[in-house]
């Protein structure tokens, strides 16, 4: 079983750790975030090293080279987001009422550099493994992007959990395009879809007996398609699924918190920076949770009131 148990348990650590560590970075002071972007930066041409090196290596330790390589180049792109550094050329919230397709365009502009940086890290790491028999870097990265793009489709139509915390004060201008809702029609296509693909993994994982390199990459991918399903469902259940990383939190300075404080800087000033709508009536939202439309609704109807 240790064939097994050792890949489950080294994926389970790589991602509690890594999406810690970049809540834990993200969560400094803003000076800071150059210095990390650097780190990182040394860490990807590492990992962009390892995964050609380790592209012809079809052994156990290759497995892990390119499962770790996969990881971090995802986590570059993950960081350069969360910081700031690329994300899209719209940089403010929408305005009340603001839906439907022409919405939807608002939301691709506001994550377009992010995108496009994707789908250039998606070809380097597909040319760089083309061909060779260690692929396992690879598939990490498209499992990484398929259902980080699932995730944030269902945002966008409206899930329970939106872990706005989570959301840095200068990107709260991005929680305008995501949607409260108890459930969307895509997040069972969503789920049933990557548990399909995930049994499909398992399985060949299981069958690869006589190869040590296949059993431990299958093992890895599955692992990290059983985690993203997780998240999916964290999305939608009634679960403080991030006291997972409230160790990553703790970086975050005081009055910087957003987490149970709708009132404070970021959400505010969000609110604040869209016409027509008071900073009260926004913090009054966040702070029932409701849709903003709807607090202002129930505001008139008091006012209203004789
Ligand atoms: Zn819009």
Redesign the pocket.
Same mark, same amino acid.
């Given at each position: 079983m240790a064939q097994f148990g050792m890949p489950v348990l080294y994926a389970l650590l790589v991602w509690w750790f890594s999406t810690g560590a970049i809540i834990y970075l993200d969560s400094r002071p803003r000076p800071t975030f150059r210095w990390s972007m650097l780190g990182a930066t040394v860490l990807l041409a590492a990992s962009l090293y390892g995964l050609v090196a380790s592209s012809d290596d079809a052994t156990i330790g290759g497995a892990y080279v390119g499962f770790s390589c996969g990881i971090l180049i995802w986590a570059w792109l993950e960081m350069s987001f969360l910081l700031g550094f690329l994300t899209g050329p719209r940089k403010h919230a =929408?305005?009340a009422g =603001? $839906?439907g397709w +022409? +919405?939807f365009? +608002? $939301?691709i502009q506001a994550v377009l550099y992010h995108e496009l940086a994707i789908l250039l890290g998606a070809a380097l790491v597909v040319t760089a493994t083309w061909g060779q028999p260690n692929q396992i870097g690879t598939w990490t990265f498209l499992i990484l992007w398929g259902m980080r793009q699932s995730a944030k489709l269902n945002m966008f139509l409206g899930v329970r959990n939106l872990s706005e915390e989570l959301f840095p004060a200068h990107l709260q201008y991005l929680t305008?395009?995501l949607r409260k809702k108890r459930m969307n029609l895509l997040f069972p296509v969503s789920v049933t879809a990557s548990t399909v693909i995930g049994v499909l993994v398992l399985e060949s994982g299981l069958a690869a007996e006589a190869e040590p390199f296949m059993q431990t990459g299958l093992t890895f991918l599955a692992t990290l398609v059983a985690l993203a399903i997780l998240e999916h469902w964290f999305l939608v259940l009634p679960l403080p699924a991030t006291a997972l990383w409230n160790w990553g939190k703790r970086s975050r300075a005081a009055g910087e918190d957003i987490a149970g404080a709708p009132e404070s800087r970021g959400a505010v000033l969000a609110v604040a920076r869209q016409p027509g709508r008071s900073v009260r009536a926004g913090a009054l939202a966040a702070h029932r949770g409701r849709s903003l439309p709807g607090a202002l609704r129930a505001r008139a109807r008091r006012y209203r009131a004789p």
């Amino acid at each position: 079983m240790a064939q097994f148990g050792m890949p489950v348990l080294y994926a389970l650590l790589v991602w509690w750790f890594s999406t810690g560590a970049i809540i834990y970075l993200d969560s400094r002071p803003r000076p800071t975030f150059r210095w990390s972007m650097l780190g990182a930066t040394v860490l990807l041409a590492a990992s962009l090293y390892g995964l050609v090196a380790s592209s012809d290596d079809a052994t156990i330790g290759g497995a892990y080279v390119g499962f770790s390589c996969g990881i971090l180049i995802w986590a570059w792109l993950e960081m350069s987001f969360l910081l700031g550094f690329l994300t899209g050329p719209r940089k403010h919230a =929408c305005p009340a009422g =603001c $839906a439907g397709w +022409h +919405h939807f365009g +608002h $939301a691709i502009q506001a994550v377009l550099y992010h995108e496009l940086a994707i789908l250039l890290g998606a070809a380097l790491v597909v040319t760089a493994t083309w061909g060779q028999p260690n692929q396992i870097g690879t598939w990490t990265f498209l499992i990484l992007w398929g259902m980080r793009q699932s995730a944030k489709l269902n945002m966008f139509l409206g899930v329970r959990n939106l872990s706005e915390e989570l959301f840095p004060a200068h990107l709260q201008y991005l929680t305008s395009f995501l949607r409260k809702k108890r459930m969307n029609l895509l997040f069972p296509v969503s789920v049933t879809a990557s548990t399909v693909i995930g049994v499909l993994v398992l399985e060949s994982g299981l069958a690869a007996e006589a190869e040590p390199f296949m059993q431990t990459g299958l093992t890895f991918l599955a692992t990290l398609v059983a985690l993203a399903i997780l998240e999916h469902w964290f999305l939608v259940l009634p679960l403080p699924a991030t006291a997972l990383w409230n160790w990553g939190k703790r970086s975050r300075a005081a009055g910087e918190d957003i987490a149970g404080a709708p009132e404070s800087r970021g959400a505010v000033l969000a609110v604040a920076r869209q016409p027509g709508r008071s900073v009260r009536a926004g913090a009054l939202a966040a702070h029932r949770g409701r849709s903003l439309p709807g607090a202002l609704r129930a505001r008139a109807r008091r006012y209203r009131a004789p």
